[in-house]
């Protein structure tokens, strides 16, 4: 029965060894994520593939910067009714909330109404979601929208490792 065990034995190291490959490869992929998270919670909430310039023309100021390692992203300065400034940058969508109510009064894209949105985990207030005002799901598809996210509530995962950072997989 010897040959039995042997051949056991080399099936666990086989697999042993399958593990380690595999996990080798994902913190590799990890590594070269290019990923914000909510500033507060470390959620991921977008990456470099989802940015995208929705330029406003009642933008306070605009410039641009390097975001996520992709060169001259475009920041955009708004003031709401209430005198609150933020540094927004747009993305084609985003892991967050949306919640249900659409405003178009006070819209910093006109034609657009907005909707608060929340992060998933820890519900702090990260930005908009805008759509056409006279969105519906016949006529309008989600590509119709975007999303505005306020930039000092994100952290950029790299930076994120040094700070606070909880991986999903850690999360209940
Ligand atoms: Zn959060």
């Not at 697999?15 to 959620?43: D, M, P, T, W, Y």
């Not at 593939?49 to 920041?75: E, F």
């Not at 907005?114 to 016949?138: A, D, E, M, S, Y």
Request: aromatic residues 12%.
């Amino acid at each position: 029965m010897a040959w039995k065990v042997d051949y056991k034995c080399q099936q666990v190291f086989r697999i042993a060894v399958l593990i380690q490959l595999v996990a080798l490869a994902l913190s590799n992929e990890k590594e070269h994520q290019n990923e914000f998270l909510c500033r507060r919670c470390g959620e991921t909430i977008a990456n470099h593939q989802q940015l995208s310039h929705y330029t406003s023309p009642l933008a306070v100021d605009t410039w641009n910067a390097t975001l996520l390692g992709v060169p001259r992203v475009n920041v955009q300065l708004f003031e709401n009714p209430q005198k609150q400034r933020f540094n927004v940058v747009t993305f084609t969508t985003a892991n967050i909330h949306a919640h249900e109510e659409a405003y178009s009064e006070a819209s910093w894209y006109p034609g657009n109404a907005w909707r608060i949105c929340t992060c998933p985990q820890c519900k702090t207030h990260l930005g908009w979601k805008f759509q056409p005002v006279n969105f519906n799901h016949v006529t309008h598809s989600e590509e119709d929208t975007f999303v505005g996210i306020i930039l000092d509530r994100l952290i950029e995962e790299k930076q994120g490792d040094s700070i606070l950072y909880v991986p999903n997989s850690y999360k209940s």
